[in-house]
């Protein structure tokens, strides 16, 4: 198991499934524990058992189908309600009967708070934290608090806020996490209450929401003060703005402070983008550390330098998050990001091919072109210039045609005429829309010479309209995704019209694809 002087506690399972759109099912809370597990976080947070039935089923399926190395779940819930002893409240028995050997119980720490949304007094909520914490830890769990809103407690009334965590610690708790729930603290007083907090003798711990978009800079404020325990979500996921990012968190303190938090940190990035495949929610890609663009450098006097030294304009080494540096190709490159970026694709390029690449590059972008999202097309204009032009196919023309029926249906048909190792093809393709149909078309065609082409998949399609003079005349760029077993890629199509765009977005796409399976040039 993790160590005990320094905790880090992920919340994605409860607090970070709040966010608006992202649903988890039982299933996905298993899968993104195990992901967690796997980078090495000391707690994780399952949800509330009693409460929520989905939640309950967690906590049953865990004790079967969770073999965890590192982290110990935690339940959550409340403490016990007002009038009745801890022993006797069935959200309590819940969380004695969830098997989890940690429980986090949320108690309000804001006088109004207490009057106003629990509708009690002031000294029965600190009985109700003193009773529940007990009780629970007479039955053998460990228990940590979380001080619902405190900071803003603290500003209404600092001796009864200060008087929650003096209760919660006598009767047991080992952690009192001090909550920011409504995001609005800024890190020199956070830091400041913090530290006083601690003063008290307390273990404490940090809990922040991103409201003013420094939950994570609040965090390490909290743990510069004297916290001992973060808590955060995977990605930042949570209510409203989000919960503190516990992959920044751990990587600013791994890296930069010096703790040794988790034993994975170089499977961070993959665990990021495993967990984002399960929440199904689109991942930043400018995220800190773990994000696409993260390391991904763009104006030439940048990769000027980095061709030098690639410290030079990276904070840390990539590898250490398990990323990588990314050379991106725009009217804003010079010759080294182009000799860069060739050199990350596998290519040498000389001097001569270098420039000659870097004029094709600029030329293309002022007409509307956009390699840095279209790594594909880049490829092949770089091959192009390299080895003359290479096809494994050459297009004789395309059709497309759209048809209402008199039933309602939209029917779109392509035909496609192609030459590919010396035979002239004619295919025709049925689709939903003149783009699939046009994928099919020459799919179709060309399967039968290139087998492989059967594996490949559009799985994304971006249309925008380019600044232009006569409104629909305007120019438009088309941006395809594709996909075979072995990965994705996207290229990047340009035209008035936006079938020839999408066309020639298409044609690329294939063309990579085999590129990708080195088939021979025809």
């Known amino acids: 198991m993790a160590s005990d002087r320094f905790h880090v506690y992920d919340t994605t399972l409860r607090d970070g499934a709040q966010q608006e759109g992202l649903t988890l099912t039982v299933a996905d809370k298993l899968a993104i524990a195990r992901h967690l597990d796997g980078l090495g976080v000391g707690f994780i947070e399952g949800g509330w058992p009693g409460a929520i039935p989905k939640d309950t089923e967690f906590f049953r399926r865990a004790r079967t189908e969770l073999d965890l190395k590192h982290a110990q779940l935690a339940a959550f819930g409340a403490t016990r309600r007002a009038g009745v002893q801890a022993a006797d409240d069935p959200l309590v028995a819940a969380l004695r009967e969830s098997g989890a050997p940690v429980v986090t119980l949320v108690a309000k720490s804001h006088d109004r708070h207490v009057e106003l949304a629990l509708r009690t007094t002031l000294a029965e909520n600190l009985a109700m934290i003193r009773d529940t914490v007990s009780h629970l830890r007479a039955e053998g769990q460990r228990v940590f608090l979380d001080a619902e809103h405190f900071f803003d407690g603290y500003k209404s009334n600092p001796a009864y806020a200060l008087e929650v965590i003096r209760t919660a610690a006598e009767a047991g708790a080992s952690v009192i996490a001090l909550c920011d729930t409504n995001g609005g603290m800024l890190p020199d007083e956070l830091g400041e209450v913090v530290h006083h907090a601690v003063s008290l003798g307390a273990r404490i711990g940090i809990h922040c929401h991103d409201d003013t ?10 743990v510069r003060a004297g916290s001992t325990h973060v808590q955060g979500c995977a990605n930042g996921y949570g209510e409203r703005s989000g919960n503190a990012n516990l992959f920044t968190v751990v990587a600013n ?26 929440t199904n929610v689109t991942p930043d890609s400018h995220a800190p550390y773990v994000g696409m663009s993260a390391f991904a450098h763009k104006a030439g006097l940048h990769a000027s330098a980095i061709k030098v030294d690639p410290n030079l ?23 080294a990001s182009v000799e860069l970026k060739g050199r990350e694709l596998g290519y040498d390029l000389g001097p001569e ?32 210039t390299i080895h003359g032009e290479r096809r494994h196919f050459e297009v004789e023309s395309w059709r497309v045609t759209v048809e209402r029926t008199r039933y309602g249906e939209v029917v779109s048909e392509a035909t496609v005429k192609l030459e590919a190792k010396g035979e ?13 149909a046009l994928d099919k078309a020459v799919r179709l065609g060309l399967e039968k010479l290139y087998p492989e082409l059967a594996k490949l998949e559009l799985v994304d399609y971006r249309v925008r309209i380019l600044e232009g003079e006569h409104g629909t005349d305007a120019i438009t760029r088309v941006l395809i995704t594709s996909s075979d077993d072995s990965g994705e890629w996207a290229t990047v199509g340009v035209a008035e019209n936006i079938i020839e765009a999408s066309w020639y977005a298409l044609e690329q796409a294939v063309s990579y694809a085999l590129v990708r399976g080195c088939y021979e040039y025809q």
């Open 424 to 436: 002239r093809i004619v295919a025709t393709g049925e689709g939903n829309g003149p783009v699939n």
């Open 353 to 384: 091919h270098a420039r000659t690449l870097v004029d094709r590059v600029k030329d293309l972008e002022a007409k509307g072109f956009t390699f840095e999202a279209a790594d594909a097309s880049f490829e092949l204009l770089l091959r192009d």
């Open 213 to 222: 978009g420094c939950a994570v800079a609040n965090t390490l404020a909290a």
């Open 313 to 335: 304009y990276q904070h840390i080494d990539p590898a250490h998050v398990g990323n990588g540096m990314r050379m991106l190709v725009s009217d804003m490159a010079g010759r």
């Open 253 to 278: 303190l791994q890296l930069k402070r010096g703790y040794d938090l988790v034993p994975s940190l170089a499977e961070l990035t993959r665990i990021a983008h495993a967990i984002t495949e399960v």
